[in-house]
C-alpha cells in the first residue's frame, strides 16, 4: 500500500527554536511537496521539490527552508520558529511527471505548536 | 491569479440525503480540477478527477461535472452515509506548467444516523 510518513503527530516547540519536520514515501515518486492547513484557508504550498536537490518555491516560503538529499526524504526547516508558524503541515508526494499535476498522496499531517 | 471558491460549511445532513457542495474557480486556460477528500486524523486523498469541460469525475458514488460555461465543478452524492462525515477540498491545477495545485478552503459534511 501506498505511504507517506511524517515523523511526528504533534510537536510542541518554543519561539526561536529551529524545527525539523520529516517525511519519507515508499513509492519511489519524483515530486513532493510540503503544505500547511489552516481553517479557512485550506491548504498553502510553502515548498516543492521535482528531484534530488531540487527545489522550488510555493506560495509562502518565508520562515521556511527543504533538504531533499534523499527520493523518498523531504523535510521542512523552520529556521527560528515562530508563533504564525503554529499550524497542521502536510507532506504530498506524486509520481506525475505532467505539468501542474496535481499532489496524490498526502501523510497525515503534523500539529505544530508554537509557544 | 487563479483561485477556488467553495461553500463554507459546514454542512450537516441525515444519512440517504442528497448532498450538493459548491464550488468555483477562476484560470487563465484551461485547469484541470480535483475533489480531496480529508477524513478525521488523516491526510488528503484524491477523490476524483476532471480534465477538460464537460468531463464528469466520479468515485464512491460521488461525481462532478466540469463545466467551463459556469466555471464550477459541484461535488454531488445521491444518498450519503455517515461514513462520508468529512472535510472536501476542491483544487485545481493550471495546465500553463507550473506544479502549484490550488485548493479551496474546505467544506466540512456532517452527516447523522
Known amino acids: 500500500d501506498v505511504k507517506v510518513t511524517q515523523s511526528s503527530r504533534y510537536l510542541v516547540k518554543r519561539t526561536g527554536e529551529k524545527v525539523f519536520l520529516e517525511c519519507v514515501q515508499d513509492m519511489d515518486h519524483e515530486n513532493m511537496f510540503w503544505y500547511r492547513q489552516d481553517p479557512g484557508l485550506g491548504l498553502r504550498l510553502i515548498y516543492f521539490s521535482y528531484d534530488v536537490k531540487m527545489k522550488e518555491k510555493g506560495d509562502i516560503p ?20 515562530s508563533t504564525n508558524q503554529t499550524s497542521m503541515y502536510l507532506c504530498a508526494s506524486s509520481d506525475q511527471r505532467t505539468l501542474g499535476a496535481p499532489p496524490l498522496h498526502f501523510g497525515n499531517g503534523t500539529r505544530l505548536t508554537v509557544t | 491569479g487563479d483561485s477556488v471558491t467553495q461553500m463554507e460549511g459546514p454542512v450537516t445532513l441525515s444519512e440517504e440525503a442528497f448532498l450538493t457542495i459548491n464550488c468555483t474557480y477562476t484560470a487563465t486556460g484551461y485547469p484541470s480540477l480535483f475533489w480531496y477528500v480529508q477524513y478525521p486524523g488523516e491526510g488528503l486523498q484524491l477523490l476524483l478527477k476532471a480534465t477538460k469541460a464537460d468531463d464528469k469525475g466520479s468515485n464512491k458514488g460521488f461525481e462532478a461535472t466540469y463545466r467551463k460555461e459556469t466555471t464550477s465543478f459541484h461535488l454531488e452524492k445521491g444518498s450519503v452515509q455517515v461514513s462520508d462525515s468529512a472535510v472536501y477540498f476542491c483544487a485545481l491545477s493550471p495546465n500553463t506548467g507550473g506544479f502549484k495545485t490550488i485548493f479551496g478552503a474546505g467544506t466540512r459534511l456532517f452527516v447523522k444516523a
Open chain 1, 62 to 81: 518565508e520562515g521556511y527552508s527543504v533538504s531533499r538529499e534523499k527520493k523518498e526524504r523531504f523535510s521542512l526547516i523552520l529556521e527560528s520558529a
